[in-house]
């Protein structure tokens, strides 16, 4: 998968190692979810735009940051959240799923606090570069909960 010299995909993944991505995201609400059909998901989406930052203080261990916007009419930052992650390099692949969990707050629609948790993929073709998904569900405090994906890409330093 694109290997520099003198490393292998196994090196990809580091201690405190820094990342930043940038992404699209896509949410659903709760009652979408519970009666899940094609066009229930495509006449109830939202999509948006947004960057996080993370920092892996182990191989395993990180933490992360990420804001984003789906609606620019009240606030152009909607939502931010904090997490904490922990992700399983496989082999010499480049792939590493992981797992997060994390609290954050959402300023526009309605404003209020959230819990989440999630999982994702993360997909190295280099040491410095990758490309992630991941999909997590939200349980908010004034609100229904739902569930959020994000897709993007990650430059690590």
Known sequence: MGDAPGENASSWYKDQELSLDFFGSGSVGQQTIDHLSGSRVSDNVRLGLGVGVNYFFTRYVGVGADAYTEDTDHFFVDSTSANV?????????????????????????????????????????????????????????????????????????
């Open 85 to 157: 992650i922990g992700r399983l390099p496989i082999g010499n692949s480049g792939l590493a799923p992981y797992i997060f969990g994390g609290v954050g707050h959402q300023f526009d629609r309605t404003e209020q606090w959230f819990g989440q948790f999630g999982a994702g993929v993360e997909v190295r073709f280099h040491a410095n570069w990758a490309i992630f998904g991941d999909i997590r569900y939200v349980v908010a405090d004034r609100t229904d909960n739902y569930g959020l994906g994000r897709m993007g890409v990650r430059f690590v330093f």
